[in-house]
């Protein structure tokens, strides 16, 4: 049972450890919209995001080479899929923590 | 659970395929069991892997003629970038799978990273490893060409290096997958085979091998290397 559990401890640790670190890259990629404000005839770009309760806009030029574009919707993708990785480890947690404190045989 | 760790393996190799690196990477430790299936061909060999690291041996001086960036070959997956240890050997990481890489530990040794350009990583130099490079087989599986050890120079390389783990459970882990992997391999009658990879191992190492088995009561399989 020793051999199990300390199994079971790694993977737990191995799963917080992760979770913590995809909470770190999510800070890394704001996510968000571009968005076009026109302002006396000329477009300014912005890139608006939720932080709690505020909608924030970021200011990213008057222009927006599509190489920019490209690279925030690589974010968003990425945003997306650590999100859907922390509801998966989320859910690993809750089952190994369970497990973990199970009675032994 | 599994089904799902497995497509992930299978995509991260059919990505490095394309890249056109996967050929000059050996693929190790217990994901070998998993794909020996396609060496055996056999419905009663179990393909259970109780791991979700998949180790990658790369021949040094590496022969890579392509630079690729694994990182970013893997990263929309999922997949994090860490380093590990007070060394920093890269480790690319996910929920389901974790990829590290190996080269083999030569003269006196050195824990430092060896680092391969080609593939912006670095790979952890570790002993017996030479023994793996030269003993390996090509398999296709699912459409992909892998490279993988002998599974005879798998069992054996692990009945040496099972008592140099300080986890007990990478330990019984290392062990319970030799016998798994030797077993199937007397099924098949590859006595010979295996015979011929022992008496190409370095005269300490089967001393020391042969000791190993000794020490959990395996003396049959040491009676089988030693006719």
């Given at each position: 049972m020793g051999v199990i559990k300390d199994l079971l401890k790694e993977e737990l640790d191995n799963s917080l450890r992760l979770k913590v670190d995809y909470k770190e890259e999510l800070k890394k990629h704001p996510g968000g919209s571009i968005v076009v404000k026109e302002i006396k005839g000329h477009n300014y770009y912005y890139l608006a995001y939720r932080d709690a309760k505020k909608i924030k806009f970021i200011y990213k030029g008057k222009k927006l080479s599509s190489d920019d574009i490209g690279k925030l919707k690589e974010s968003k993708r990425l945003r997306v899929k650590y999100k859907k990785l922390i509801q998966k480890l989320d859910k690993r947690i809750k089952y190994l923590r369970k497990a973990l404190r199970g009675k032994e045989d | 659970m599994e089904k799902k760790i497995n497509s992930l393996c299978l995509e991260v190799l059919n990505r490095l395929n394309k890249a056109g690196v996967l050929k000059d990477l050996i693929i190790i430790g217990s994901w070998s069991i998993y794909f020996y299936k396609y060496y055996f061909k056999s419905e009663n060999y179990s393909t259970y892997v109780r791991t979700k690291d998949i180790d990658f041996l790369i021949s040094i001086p590496p022969k890579f003629k392509k630079e690729v960036n694994i990182f970013k070959l893997v990263e929309d997956l999922g997949f994090l970038e860490r380093y590990q240890g007070s060394k920093g050997y890269i480790k690319l990481e996910h929920p389901d799978l974790s990829m590290e890489f190996l080269v083999p530990e030569r003269g006196r040794g050195s824990d430092k990273p060896y680092l391969i350009p080609q593939l912006s990583i670095n790979a952890q130099p570790l002993r017996f490893l030479d023994f793996l490079i030269e003993n390996t087989i090509p398999l296709n599986a699912e459409g992909l060409h892998i490279r993988l050890p002998h599974p005879a120079a798998?069992?054996?390389?692990?009945?040496?290096?099972?008592?140099?783990?300080?986890?007990?459970?990478?330990?019984?882990?290392?062990?319970?997958?030799?016998?798994?992997?030797?077993?199937?391999?007397?099924?098949?009658?590859?006595?010979?085979?295996?015979?011929?990879?022992?008496?190409?191992m370095h005269k300490k190492w089967q001393q020391k091998m042969l000791d190993n088995l000794k020490s959990i009561g395996e003396q049959e399989i040491a009676k089988i290397l030693n006719e």
């Open positions: - | 798998y069992a054996l390389h692990k009945f040496i290096i099972f008592k140099r783990r300080s986890k007990a459970e990478k330990h019984d882990r290392d062990i319970e997958g030799a016998l798994r992997v030797f077993n199937e391999l007397i099924h098949h009658k590859k006595h010979s085979e295996i015979r011929y990879i022992f008496r190409r």
